[in-house]
């Protein structure tokens, strides 16, 4: 697995894998609109605080992450995503994960790591605490989708 910077160019391919809009609001929560429009990811990857990478496998597009910028010691990872569904449950979340906290430690400033997960995406929170995030107590928010509550988890990991 490898990351490399996603460019406009990608876009396209992001706005396919969000089929519907339970994904979407998964993926990128209420900061995105469904369908997904290739202006608007475009937009969001040249805001100055988001590094996005495309997750390639075996040479092939499989995936998509940010790393977001929110102090000069700490970045949230973003918008995680396994896109393609045949490469789900093998553990290739982890894998990106980690390789994502390898491009995070390239910079002495960082400290923390943090982000976001919903609750229901239990195989998503299993992958961030076996990777050593800790859920941040006190820090738990509610987001309606479709009139339905979804818990929103608020995780972080230390940088030595």
């Given at each position: 697995m490898l990351l490399?910077?996603?460019?406009?160019?990608n876009a396209p391919q992001l706005c396919e894998w969000i089929k519907s809009g339970r994904d979407?609001?998964?993926?990128?929560?209420?900061?995105?609109?469904?369908?997904?429009?290739?202006?608007?990811?475009?937009?969001?990857?040249?805001?100055?605080?988001?590094?996005?990478y495309l997750v390639m496998h075996e040479?092939?597009?499989?995936?998509y992450i940010d790393?977001?910028?929110v102090s000069k010691s700490e970045v949230r990872l973003c918008r995680v995503l396994i896109a393609e569904t045949s490469a789900?449950?093998?553990?290739?979340?982890?894998?990106?994960?980690?390789?994502?906290?390898?491009?995070?430690?390239?910079?002495?400033?960082?400290?923390?790591?943090?982000?976001?997960?919903?609750a229901h995406n239990e195989i998503a929170v299993r992958c961030y605490t076996s990777l050593g995030f800790e859920m941040l107590?006190?820090?738990?928010?509610?987001?309606?989708?479709?009139?339905?509550?979804?818990t929103l988890y608020r995780m972080t990991?230390?940088?030595a």
């Open positions: 490399v910077p996603f460019r406009d160019e979407n609001f998964l993926w990128g929560g209420p900061a995105f609109d469904f369908p997904l429009q290739i202006a608007r990811v475009r937009e969001h990857i040249a805001k100055k605080e988001v590094t996005p040479g092939v597009p499989i995936g790393i977001y910028r789900r449950g093998k553990g290739l979340g982890k894998q990106l994960v980690s390789l994502a906290l390898d491009v995070v430690t390239e910079d002495p400033r960082i400290r923390t790591v943090s982000l976001a997960v919903f107590c006190g820090e738990t928010k509610v987001r309606e989708f479709q009139e339905e509550d979804w990991k230390r940088i």
